[in-house]
Nanobody, 128 residues
Framework: QVQLVESGGGLVQVGGSLRLSCAAS????????MGWFRQAPGKEREFVAA????????YYADSVKGRFTISRDVAKNMVYLQMNSLKPEDTAVYYC?????????????????????WGQGTQVTVSS
């Protein structure tokens, strides 16, 4: 299992920026896809962004495309989510997650059931 610890959440005004960090440990992350999900009160946990650890390929939900950027630091085993132009609807608990990709099958990055490892979450609040 991969252990994940998020940090970087907080309170920010509309239009502001935050960078979330996710520290991964316990496994070599080659063949993993790392994702960010979020959950607002009373809502389902939803996909935000993902990145292939080896390829660096990135994937985004339409709601954050152009505003959020996911990246990883291979040497430090870190995943980041840079969030710009934040909106009140971005308010949620943000979770880092890891999905192991076996073989050469099709990768599904936007389904939370595909991810076996999760962090504890970090709160992001955008005030208007």
């Amino acid at each position: 299992q991969v252990q994940l610890v998020e940090s970087g959440g907080g309170l920010v005004q509309v239009g502001g920026s935050l960078r979330l960090s996710c520290a991964a440990s316990g496994r070599t992350l080659s063949r993993y896809y790392m994702g960010w999900f979020r959950q607002a009160p009373g809502k389902e946990r939803e996909f935000v962004a993902a990145i292939g650890w080896n390829s660096g390929s990135t994937y985004y939900a339409d709601s954050v495309k152009g505003r959020f950027t996911i990246s990883r630091d291979v040497a430090k085993n870190m995943v980041y989510l840079q969030m710009n132009s934040l909106k009140p609807e971005d308010t949620a608990v943000y979770y880092c997650a890891a999905q192991y990709q076996e073989g050469g099958g099709t990768v599904v990055v936007d389904s939370r059931v595909r991810y076996a490892s999760w962090g504890q979450g970090t709160q992001v609040t955008v005030s208007s």
